[in-house]
Nanobody, 129 residues
Framework: VQLQASGGGLAQSGGSLRLSCAAS????????TAWFRQAPGKGREGIIC????????YYADSVKGRFTIITDRTKNVVYLQMNSLKPEDTAVYYC???????????????????????WGQGTQVTVSS
């Protein structure tokens, strides 16, 4: 299983970016997929988890109402649409999945900071004020 995260870059406060997480070796649709981020000097923060089969989605309070997760089954890609960006969104963003995390509400059981076995390499997002 390989995950390839991309789409990071520089954005202005209030702007938008869309990150992509492309998978090979498994179909993301059948497993929970999550996005995490790690800001400089801080620990890893789970921000979004989407359950199997396009099931329930959970958002961290810090991104609720601004970020959206979208699954494209045909391309086996999960997108993180980030709107109304803030300087505090500056971080390296990672996608993750795990073939043991199956179920239409598996994210409810995992929590927003669940454990995953497969990680993308991270993509830098920098938001200027």
């Amino acid at each position: 299983v390989q995950l390839q995260a991309s789409g990071g870059g520089l954005a202005q406060s209030g702007g938008s970016l869309r990150l992509s997480c492309a998978a090979s070796g498994l179909s993301l649709y059948y497993y929970a997929t999550a996005w995490f981020r790690q800001a400089p000097g801080k620990g890893r923060e789970g921000i979004i988890c989407i359950s199997s089969y396009g099931g329930t989605t959970y958002y961290a309070d810090s991104v609720k109402g601004r970020f959206t997760i979208i699954t494209d089954r045909t391309k086996n890609v999960v997108y993180l649409q980030m709107n109304s960006l803030k300087p505090e969104d500056t971080a390296v963003y990672y996608c993750a999945t795990d073939p043991s995390h199956v179920g239409p509400d598996i994210c409810g059981a995992l929590g927003i900071n669940g454990e995953y076995t497969n990680w993308g390499q991270g993509t830098q997002v920098t938001v200027s004020s």
